[in-house]
C-alpha cells in the first residue's frame, strides 16, 4: 500500500509503478466510488479486453444490451 496527499482542490495523483501496471494513459476515463468509509478508483473496462476470459461471451450481444441501456438511461 502507498500513502498519497490530497491537495486542496481535491487533487491525488496515481503513481507510477499503479499507472505503468495498469497501463493507464493521460486523459484516460477513470470511475470513483465510496464503498463503506472506502475510496476505490477503477479504470474503464474495454470490453474486448474480456474475449477469451468467458466463453459464452459475445461481444455484438453485450454491445447491443449495452447500447439499449444507454438509450433508457436517457430517456429516464
Known amino acids: 500500500m502507498q ?3 490530497m491537495s486542496r482542490k481535491g487533487l491525488v495523483v496515481i503513481p507510477v509503478n499503479i499507472r505503468r501496471k495498469l497501463n493507464l494513459q ?3 476515463t477513470l470511475f ?3 464503498d ?3 475510496i476505490k478508483i477503477r479504470p474503464k473496462v474495454k470490453l474486448r479486453s474480456l ?3 468467458w466463453p459464452e461471451l459475445d461481444i455484438k450481444t453485450i ?3 449495452i447500447l439499449e441501456d444507454r438509450e433508457r438511461e436517457e430517456d429516464e
Open 3 to 5: 500513502q498519497i496527499r
Open 63 to 65: 454491445t447491443k444490451e
Open 51 to 53: 474475449c477469451g476470459t
Open 32 to 34: 470513483i466510488e465510496e
Open 26 to 28: 493521460y486523459g484516460e
Open 36 to 38: 463503506k468509509g472506502t
